[in-house]
């Protein structure tokens, strides 16, 4: 069982940065693979970024490429996504995700590949 929280969210302008953290519990968070996902008001939840369990592969959205940076620290049970040059396009609830998955670009990025779930942060970009 993993329980994860995120937190880091805000309010922030166009072109700002903002660094969102996810907090693992339990002693196998580095055997999972994990994810960052998004969804805004009345649209469905999108893949942003994820890693594999060492850390070694990534792999981003499209829309995010260049801007977020995913990174996991596994001595700390944390997961970080570092979002710069953000767009109001960016704004979203952000949710982290943990699974055992094969790190394969197609898996990484399926929602239905993940076990377990946060609750989310708000992040707001204003223009």
């Known amino acids: 069982q993993v329980q994860l929280v995120e937190s880091g969210g805000g309010l922030v302008q166009a072109g700002g940065s903002l660094r969102l953290s996810c907090a693992a519990s339990?002693?196998?968070?580095?055997?999972?693979?994990m994810g960052w996902f998004r969804q805004a008001p009345g649209k469905e939840r999108q893949f942003v970024a994820g890693?594999?369990?060492?850390?070694?592969?990534?792999y981003y959205a499209d829309s995010v490429k260049g801007r977020f940076t995913i990174s996991r620290d596994n001595a700390k049970n944390t997961v970080y996504l570092q979002m710069s040059s953000l767009k109001p396009e960016d704004t979203a609830v952000y949710y982290c995700?943990?699974?055992?998955?094969?790190?394969?670009?197609?898996?990484?990025?399926?929602?239905?590949?993940?076990?377990?779930w946060g609750q989310g942060t708000q992040v707001t970009v204003s223009s």
């Open positions: 995700a943990a699974g055992r998955i094969s790190s394969t670009a197609v898996r990484v990025a399926d929602h239905r590949e993940y076990n377990y």
């Open positions: 890693i594999s369990w060492s850390g070694v592969s990534t």
């Open positions: 339990g002693r196998t968070f580095s055997s999972y693979a």
